[in-house]
């Protein structure tokens, strides 16, 4: 079974017809032979986080519109999208006591480290990746590959984390 969880800005193409990379997305879903292997597909229950903030932070009535119709359809546990004729379920997956500690484990790397990712990782910039770490460590708690465009982020954490894999799939 491949198992794949989307970070927020990828859910957030996938889920917007009108978004750049949306195409390039369903596309690579599409090519997908369902009957020769299982796939899983999953969010982050931090995805719906930042997405609240995005639709309080928005002052275009159109963004905020597109926003909470990808919310709801997150929230709805059975949110299906038919894709090449296929339905392709998107599971929320909570937070939970093992991605906490595989998170501890993770950001001391990259404290450690200090190298760069476009900005130092130090004391001060360090959190604003918490988010990103977060959802690295339910990726790896659940073995599945991340979907991601954040190629600095996510090539430095595959250095330091061997079971953390990810994909680019906008290129």
């Not at 957030?12 to 599409?30: A, E, G, N, W, Y």
């Not at 990103?132 to 599945?144: F, N, S, W």
Request: proline share 2%.
């Amino acid at each position: 079974m491949k198992k794949f969880l989307f970070d927020t800005n990828s859910l957030s193409s996938l889920l917007k017809r009108h978004d750049v990379h949306h195409k390039k997305l369903t596309s690579k879903i599409k090519n997908f032979d369902f009957l020769d292997e299982e796939i899983k597909i999953y969010a982050s229950i931090l995805s719906i986080f930042e997405m609240e903030y995005g639709v309080a932070h928005a002052t275009t009535p159109k963004l905020i519109e597109e926003a909470r119709t990808a919310i709801k359809f997150l929230k709805d546990q059975n949110a299906k999208k038919d894709i090449k004729g296929e339905e392709v379920m998107i599971e929320l997956l909570p937070l939970t006591i093992r991605q906490a500690e595989i998170f501890g484990e993770i950001k001391e790397q990259f404290q450690k480290e200090k190298t760069e990712i476009g900005e130092k990782i130090g004391k001060r910039s360090l959190p604003k990746h918490n988010i990103d770490l977060i959802i690295a460590a339910t990726t790896i708690e659940h073995g599945a590959i991340l979907v991601s465009n954040d190629q600095k982020m996510f090539e430095f954490l595959q250095k330091i984390c061997p079971d953390f894999k990810w994909e680019d799939w906008t290129k």
